[in-house]
């Protein structure tokens, strides 16, 4: 079982950056893999980022690349999502996300976070 938490959302002015943050409980989280989704009012969910158990390996939507950095504490048991050069169109609810798979698919996502609000200001 794994709970996480998401937090560091916020209001930003476009090009700024923000730091989310995603805490987790639980023994087993350092043998699962996170992802980071969005979903913008109206629209579905959709995949941001994901980091391996590990943190050796990562892998973005063109639509970030570039922009946004995942990274992961297995010692404080956190991942992170630092966001640069935030455009309005990343206005949307983040969550983190765990799976024991490789998939950017949100169905293979064993557990889910509450979300937090990214606001992007033109």
């Known amino acids: 079982q794994v709970q996480l938490v998401e937090s560091g959302g916020g209001l930003v002015q476009a090009g700024g950056s923000l730091r989310l943050s995603c805490a987790a409980s639980?023994?087993?989280?350092?043998?699962?893999?996170i992802g980071w989704f969005r979903q913008a009012p109206g629209e579905e969910r959709d995949f941001v980022a994901r980091?391996?158990?590990?943190?050796?390996?990562?892998y973005y939507a063109d639509s970030v690349k570039g922009r946004f950095t995942i990274s992961r504490d297995n010692a404080k048991i956190t991942v992170y999502l630092q966001m640069n050069s935030l455009k309005p169109e990343d206005t949307a609810v983040y969550y983190c996300?765990?799976?024991?798979?490789?998939?950017?698919?949100?169905?293979?996502?064993?557990?889910w976070g509450q979300g937090t609000q990214v606001t992007v200001s033109s």
């Open positions: 980091i391996s158990w590990s943190g050796g390996s990562t």
């Open positions: 996300a765990a799976t024991r798979s490789q998939s950017t698919s949100e169905s293979r996502y064993d557990y």
């Open positions: 639980g023994r087993t989280f350092s043998y699962y893999n």
